[in-house]
């Protein structure tokens, strides 16, 4: 069996197919760039001959009915999208009403659980940033959001009158006393890539000061912004998203 999955983000879509256990032929588009020029230039990307199709979506109901008929259309299968549980595939939501998760941060949570099965701490660093801490039994212990890098600088530049636009760096430096900024520009970059470098591993303390020993699965478009930021030695998986999918639809419930 193939399977087309699909992460549909609030920046961009990604894609890869499940084949014999595996990830492949994985690819990622804008969303400006489907705004711009429609779904077609999605489909162009996509593979014709597929059994089945799995999306996880966060870009809303109008979307997610446009996506169905044309990704539909175009493989000639319907497009089933996931939907967030109280519990599944080893995870229990901590949510008291669990379709309150967003559904990108519980099939990561799933994607992460599948791979580690104990304690850890989720961070999808894209237009948002969510962390998600689950401990050894699979339980959820509950999550943040916070802005993303870019997100962070948009607001500076937007609620201030000197404070220029700045664009996000492709990475941290591996300079530790780079944080400190020698210009606006810098120390804006900077402190937005900080604070959520910051937020992660004070996260990640307090696990450890509560007798666990997560480990650190960090995904999303933002990840290697701040890879080089943590103490800590995070397990990257770009496609978390996609392997959560796979994982759902080889072990259905």
Known sequence: MSALLIDVGNSRLKWGVLDDGNIRRTGHISQDKIRDQGL???????????????????AGTSFATRLSGVVGLHCNADVHFARSEKRGWGVTNSYRQPRRLGVDRWVA??????????????????????????GDDGIHLGGQIIPGVETMLDSLSSATSDIPSVKASAKQSSDELQMFGRNTAAAVREGAQNAI???IERAFRTLQSNAYEPTIIL???????????LEA?????????????????ENPQ
């Open 109 to 134: 949570m799933i994607g992460a659980w599948s791979e580690v099965k104990s304690a850890c701490l989720i961070v999808d660093a894209g237009t948002a940033v969510t962390l998600d801490a689950i």
């Open 233 to 249: 030695t995070p397990i990257h998986r770009p496609n978390l998203v996609l392997q959560g999918l796979a994982y759902m639809l």
């Open 197 to 199: 470098a910051g937020a």
């Open 219 to 229: 995904t999303g478009g933002g990840a290697t912004r701040i890879l080089g930021a």
């Open 40 to 58: 077609s230039v999605l489909t162009r990307k996509l593979p014709r001959r597929v059994d089945v199709v799995r999306a996880c979506n966060v």
